[in-house]
């Protein structure tokens, strides 16, 4: 399973920025889809993610500025990021979580798949 994640670029502090992650390939279900960030130096961190029921878990640094979201058909993911800071410049990365196609369209072999990132810079 391949992601690609886009919609980083340049923005001003307060503003907003929409991420999308795009899941290709065959697969049977998705358990869950996050969302996760590394600034230079600093490790990976998670950011927000989506189960397969729908819950969402967003880190503190973030609740109530950023929401994550499926799309239809829910192999795409959506971080939309609002009220940007200087401190959420970073590398976005997408996780996808879930089940290959077994035999007779059973669940399979789990997958887990990582996106190339996109750059999200927040300027002063």
């Known amino acids: 399973v391949q992601l690609q994640a886009s919609g980083g670029g340049l923005v001003q502090a307060g503003g907003s920025l929409l991420l999308s992650c795009v899941a290709s390939?065959?697969?049977?279900?998705?358990?869950?889809t996050a969302w996760y960030r590394q600034a230079p130096g600093n490790e990976r961190e998670l950011v927000a993610r989506i189960q397969r029921n729908g819950d969402t878990t967003v880190d503190a640094s973030v609740k109530g500025r950023f929401f994550i979201s499926r799309g239809n058909p829910k192999n795409t993911v959506y971080l939309q990021m609002n009220s940007l800071k200087p401190e959420d410049t970073a590398v976005y990365y997408c996780?996808?979580?879930?089940?290959?196609?077994?035999?007779?369209?059973?669940?399979?072999?789990?997958?887990?798949?990582w996106g190339q990132g996109t750059l999200v810079t927040v300027s002063s």
């Open positions: 390939g065959e697969f049977h279900s998705i358990s869950s």
């Open positions: 996780n996808m979580n879930g089940f290959l196609v077994g035999e007779g369209w059973s669940p399979g072999r789990n997958f887990n798949s």
